[in-house]
């Protein structure tokens, strides 16, 4: 049996709640984000997949939040994300693969996101080389703003949640403006630049492996700010 919340970081629908947990507590209606055709929606996920238990609302933040604490460890948080959020490095990697292991009984979130901006005071880019030492060049320049994208990460089970063991992938709805320091690509070898330029050059697949490793910790932050603290340091 699988279990789906999805909620929006700014966007809006609404699905048909059949958590019978909350079936008889008063609902604040403020905690439900208003925008679509509400019963097209039920319409749609109804058909879609007539297997799936869905406790809460789509986007009925207080139902989800209550979900998690009861379901897991986690304290229920009602706040926000930090506006700017300062990360003190990240690392990514782009192996042009991509894996999503399905399998039952899992609690599933789908959050999206619109309008992030990412910005670096400096980026180091590692090109590893055959029978070499890696390159690295430098830049002091890398803003991207990301226009939409979602994330969605898996909970192993249906009681006892952890965010630590689960398993948070990343789908890009349109691709991202992009501004990288000319000398990310500039180095002694005459090859990194060429390795360079490709690279740039398929922002589709630098946007999508890139969030390999940044979409747990978008995901994450969202979690532990918004809905449910686990108490996991994201680094």
């Not at 319409?43 to 933040?61: G, S, V």
């Not at 999503?100 to 609690?107: A, M």
């Amino acid at each position: 049996m699988k279990i789906l919340l999805v909620f929006l970081l700014v966007s809006v629908c609404v699905a048909n709640r059949i958590d019978e947990e909350d079936k008889d507590e008063k609902h604040d209606k403020k905690q439900i984000i208003p925008g679509y055709n509400i019963p097209e929606i039920n319409q749609e996920f109804r058909e879609q997949d007539r297997d799936i238990y869905r406790p809460c609302n789509f986007f009925d933040l207080l139902c989800i939040r209550r979900y998690l604490s009861r379901h897991s460890s986690c304290k229920i948080a009602i706040g926000s994300v930090p506006d700017p959020l300062y990360r003190a490095q990240s690392t990514t990697y782009y192996p042009t693969f991509n894996v999503i292991n399905r399998k039952d009984k899992l609690t599933v979130l789908q959050v999206e996101f619109q309008n992030v901006t990412l910005s670096a005071r400096s980026v180091s880019f590692r090109f590893n080389r055959r029978g070499q030492e890696p390159a690295v060049t430098n830049t002091t320049t890398d803003n991207e703003v990301h226009f939409s994208f979602s994330t969605t990460t898996v909970f192993r089970g249906e009681d006892h949640l952890r965010l630590a063991n689960s398993e948070t992938v990343a789908f890009v709805n349109t691709l991202p403006a992009l501004m990288v320091g000319p000398d990310a690509g500039v180095h002694p070898d005459p090859t990194i630049q060429a390795r360079y330029a490709e690279f740039m050059a398929n922002p589709a697949v630098v946007v999508q492996e890139g969030f390999l490793t940044a979409a747990p910790f978008f995901a994450g932050t969202y979690i532990q700010y918004v809905l449910c603290d686990f108490g996991l340091l994201l680094k």
